[in-house]
């Protein structure tokens, strides 16, 4: 069983910064691609990030490509999301996921964190 947190969410103004953690339990943490996932009220979860267990291969979602970046220290069992000039419409719970596929839909992972509100104030 793996347990993930993810913390580093807030409120932040349009064109601010965020930088989100997912921190798991277990060490064999480098064995497992990490996605975030968010959803915004009355709204499907969407696909934002992946990386790759191993490496730095990572997938970015079209709508964030270019102001969100995805990173992982295997040391330290944790995948970062780096999110730059935030808008409105990125308001939504941000979740990370852990599997071992590459997906981009939910269902490709078996383990969820809880969840962090971001919310971007215009």
């Known amino acids: 069983q793996v347990q993930l947190v993810e913390s580093g969410g807030g409120l932040v103004q349009a064109g601010g910064s965020l930088r989100l953690s997912c921190a798991a339990s277990?060490?064999?943490?480098?064995?497992?691609?990490v996605g975030w996932f968010r959803q915004a009220s009355g709204k499907e979860r969407e696909f934002v990030a992946v990386i790759k267990g191993y490496g730095s291969v990572t997938s970015i979602a079209d709508s964030v490509k270019g102001r969100f970046t995805i990173s992982r220290d295997n040391a330290k069992t944790t995948v970062y999301l780096q999110m730059s000039s935030l808008k409105p419409e990125d308001t939504a719970v941000y979740y990370c996921a852990a599997g071992f596929g590459w997906a981009v839909v939910p269902s490709g992972y078996d383990y969820w964190g809880q969840g962090t509100q971001v919310t971007v104030s215009s």
């Open positions: 277990t060490r064999t943490f480098s064995t497992y691609a």
